[in-house]
């Protein structure tokens, strides 16, 4: 029944470590995108693909690397993790073209860099 | 800049009475604003879309209204239930196709 799940819910590191998050989702959607929340609560867009294709790139340190291997996930790579690195990630999905454009959020990762 | 804005202080009200979240963007004219929740430890959840031709949409004991004017939508729930405790955010999609989110609005509804 789970419409967009993200792995792991909790992820807590080391300074200097790599890390990967991964998306799906099972709605059928052509378009997956990545946010950040940070400690004041505010969403902030990350990246976004459609079809597998990168169409929004925010100002992101390139230690983050975003790969869609297909139209159901979209996975989230950072390297080399700084403290201010530490935020909940969530992924989300949407299909272009309907009426209301609406985004399907998962759960999110809670990641903790120390 | 577009910018995007509702109350970060939190809204505390008595169960039963209407709660009324602000929201109000500035430098930009959107074509229509989307309303979300967000429960704690979870993600933010589609409740209502309003189009800038409509003046007012209504979903159950949800309302939501766009001035245009004022450049601004209210979002309310009558007869609030503690159950509708969460942080309400507004979002709209700017010119670049993204989906640019207020910084919310915490509702607690005591009983």
């Known amino acids: 029944d789970t419409a967009v799940s993200q792995t792991p819910k909790y992820l807590v590191t080391q300074m200097g470590n790599d890390k990967s998050i991964k998306c799906e989702q099972n709605l059928g959607h052509d378009t997956m995108y990545w946010y950040k929340q940070d400690s004041k609560k505010f969403l902030k867009i990350m990246f976004s693909?459609?079809?597998?294709?990168?169409?929004i790139n925010e100002t992101v340190p390139n230690r983050f690397s975003p790969k869609s291997p297909d139209k159901a996930h979209l996975n989230l790579h950072i390297n080399s993790l700084e403290l201010g690195d530490s935020a909940v990630y969530f992924c989300a999905s949407s299909l272009s073209g309907t009426t209301y454009n609406e985004q399907f959020f998962g759960p999110g990762t809670r990641l903790t860099v120390l | 800049s577009q910018k995007i804005e509702q109350n970060s202080e939190a809204l505390n009200i008595q169960e039963g009475k209407t709660a009324t979240l602000t929201c109000n963007y500035t430098n930009y004219s959107p074509a229509y604003l989307q309303w979300y929740r967000q429960d704690p430890g979870r993600g933010p959840v589609f409740l209502l879309l309003i189009r800038e031709n409509e003046k007012e949409k209504r979903k159950e004991r949800l309302k939501v209204t766009f001035d245009t004017t004022l450049k601004q939508s209210l979002f309310h729930i009558t007869a609030s239930q503690p159950a509708d405790s969460a942080t309400y955010l507004c979002a709209h999609y700017n010119q670049g196709g993204k989906l640019i989110f207020g910084q919310g609005t915490e509702l607690s509804v005591k009983p």
């Open positions: 693909y459609n079809n597998k294709e990168l169409i």
